[in-house]
């Protein structure tokens, strides 16, 4: 008889549970219309920003003096904008751009947002070097939430400089508060549970409790809000590069998109704008519902 069972064998069991959850969300997945409609947006734009080089019939980079401003056609499907680049060629690829700082910025903030939720969350109102230390850092936050999240944002670009790097650490930036909060409160009523003590008798250090057995279960909220979050972050590359302080031309990207064809629209010339917002619209309704989803399906009354 094999004794490596998943009762015996802890990598087993840990296999069996993760596709014990992945099947469970399948089966939630099923039922619920904003998971599906939310996944399905992110992974079209996703495939299609892969597939981009093979679908595009144009250069996404490349001015053509003789096509400008030409409407949606044949050999244009969505027509030409002011420098005569291919309008669909650019939508297809700007999602590289627009996900690939958004997925950077959401992870490097949620990855720091846990780490100081959970820090601040358990030491919180506690006395020492540690309940001192997470009371100042939550002022500090309290203080960055004081601004609006976009001026903070240009400000950053304008110091820092304005290229692809630069917008991460922005977008970063306003959006690490927001795991901060969400995993702090979490961990308020967490580390009150009785498994904490049980695990503070068990000779473990504070330290190791807030790290090891706390913030691993006050990690949910967080989790269904990367994807609100990722739509935000997609929002604010595209708001910064809609004023000139993002990504630069010719760089296909959807907010850059929109700023080039916002000045020809009261000329009639709609088509340079209005693709591009449509395509930023899509992609941001779609994490929202993605994160919608994801929030119901963690949420054991609604399953």
């Known amino acids: 008889m094999n004794e490596h069972t998943s009762g015996s064998d802890p990598i087993l069991g840990l296999a069996d549970d993760r596709w014990r959850t992945l099947r469970s969300l399948v089966v939630f997945a099923k039922r619920n219309r904003s998971l599906q409609f939310g996944g399905a947006i992110v992974l079209l734009w996703t495939a299609l ?127 690490t508060p927001v795991f901060i909060w969400l995993t702090r409160s979490k961990v308020l009523s967490v580390r009150e549970r009785t498994f904490v003590e049980a695990a503070r008798c068990s000779g473990n250090t504070e330290m190791r409790i807030a790290f090891r057995h706390v913030l691993p279960n006050s990690l949910g909220a967080a989790l269904t809000q990367g994807s609100v979050i990722m739509g935000f972050s997609i929002l604010v590359t595209a708001g910064l590069s809609f004023v000139g302080a993002g990504v630069r031309i010719p760089t296909p990207e959807w907010g850059l998109m929109i700023s080039e064809g916002a000045s020809t629209v009261v000329s009639g010339r709609w088509w340079p704008a209005l693709f591009p917002g449509i395509a930023l619209l899509s992609a941001v309704f779609g994490f929202s519902l993605l994160g919608d989803g994801l929030r119901a399906y963690l949420d054991p009354r609604q399953r």
Do not use: C, K, W
């Not at 020492?128 to 009371?135: D, L």
């Not at 692809?164 to 650490?169: C, G, T």
């Open 49 to 175: 920003s892969l597939l981009a080089p093979f679908i595009s019939r144009y250069s996404p980079t490349e001015p053509r003096p003789n096509e400008v401003l030409q409407p949606p056609s044949y050999a244009h499907l969505l027509g030409t904008d002011t420098n005569g680049m291919d309008i669909l060629s650019r939508m297809l690829f700007a999602p590289r751009v627009d996900l690939g700082i958004a997925l950077a910025a959401t992870a490097l903030a949620f990855s720091v947002g846990i780490v100081v939720g959970g820090f601040t969350g358990y030491f919180g109102g506690r006395g020492g070097a540690f309940g001192y230390a997470s009371n100042v850092i939550m002022r500090v936050v309290d203080i960055s939430l004081a601004f609006p999240v976009f001026v903070i944002a240009l400000a950053l670009v304008a110091i820092l400089g304005q290229n692809v790097s630069n917008v991460i650490l922005a977008v970063f930036f306003v959006g």
